[in-house]
């Protein structure tokens, strides 16, 4: 009880008195005589002190927060890696966007030309539209700038602008140098009215089947019409088909440079007469006449 009683005496004496007014005094201690001297109160102190205190915090805040020292906390990142991470953010987004319009591209390739699947509005490979965009309702204005560009077009003499006359060296596919796949004699040539995009060479049983440009592997399997099939990406939208290969060397994903065995000749596939490949050329999903860039001689 008396420990009771001396503590709340302290706790009386410290905030009941803070009013009470207190003299500091400096002086000379051989004549003592008054240098300075402070009217002071445990209120004033308590401010002074609060104050000191707060305005303390708050500069040390400002400090961190205005100057690099924050990086030195931990999970604090610094500017130029925030920004470097938005960089990253939008370039991860494009790749994304390139990847998914590049699958899509390949898995269309696969069904339309290499399987001879018809892709419909409902299938997945197709692109979808814009749900939030009234397609039907949509009304373009055509800048001034379009109307010049129309007006000048309109007035240009009609050219040959079919794709026969494009690779006929005024297309970058050009200016590739193509490797044979095989040297042999070519029983039955380029012929796209009767749907034959590419050529049929003849080669020994065992001959390797070679890449004709650098490029990566999309397609490598099994078809009941053409056997076993593989198909080169390269690059400028030139694609490259192997077909009636007896063994494939390369699978899906695999990068080849030209020049590289990629599989053997055979006689497989339901469209198979005998021993040969069955080698196309594709340009921005238009067939072209390999003859016109290849001596199989």
């Known amino acids: 009880m008396k420990v009771n009683l001396e503590k709340q005496s302290w706790f009386n004496r410290l905030f009941t008195n803070l009013n009470y007014k207190y ?4 002086m000379n201690e051989s004549t003592f005589d008054e240098k300075l001297s402070f009217r002071i109160s445990r209120m004033l102190v308590f401010i002074v002190y609060g104050v000191v205190t707060v305005f303390s915090i708050a500069t040390t805040i400002l400090i961190i927060y ?3 020292l924050k990086e030195f906390i931990p999970g604090y990142a610094s500017v130029d890696r925030v920004k470097q991470v938005h960089i990253n953010r939008m370039k991860i987004d494009s790749l994304e ?5 590049r699958d899509l591209y390949l898995d269309n390739f ?6 001879g699947q018809d892709l419909d509005e409902n299938d997945s490979l197709v692109l979808q539209k814009n749900e939030s965009i009234d397609y039907e309702n949509l009304v373009v204005i055509p800048s001034h700038e379009d109307s010049l560009l129309r007006e000048e077009w309109e007035n240009i003499p009609d050219y040959d602008l079919s794709y026969n006359n494009l690779s006929q060296g005024h297309s970058k596919i050009s200016q590739f140098f193509f490797m044979a796949p095989i040297h042999g004699i070519i029983s039955a040539g380029f012929n796209q009215k009767q749907k034959h995009f590419g050529v049929d060479i003849l080669g020994k049983k065992g001959d390797p089947v070679k890449a004709c440009l650098d490029g990566m592997v999309f397609f490598s399997t099994w078809t009941y019409d ?3 099939v593989i198909a080169v990406q390269h690059s400028d939208d030139i694609i490259s ?3 009636h290969n007896s063994t494939l060397l390369k699978k899906d994903g695999d990068l080849v440079s030209a020049g590289d065995p ?3 000749i055979g006689n497989t596939g339901e469209k198979s007469t005998g021993p040969h490949l069955h080698f196309e050329i594709w340009y921005k999903l238009n067939p072209v006449n390999p003859t016109q860039f290849i001596s199989f001689d």
């Open 23 to 26: 003299k500091l005094v400096i």
């Open 66 to 68: 205005l100057t690099p």
């Open 97 to 101: 966007h390139e990847i998914r319009q």
């Open 110 to 115: 696969r069904s339309r030309i290499l399987l």
């Open 226 to 228: 053409f056997g076993y």
């Open 241 to 243: 088909i192997y077909k």
């Open 262 to 264: 990629i599989a053997i």
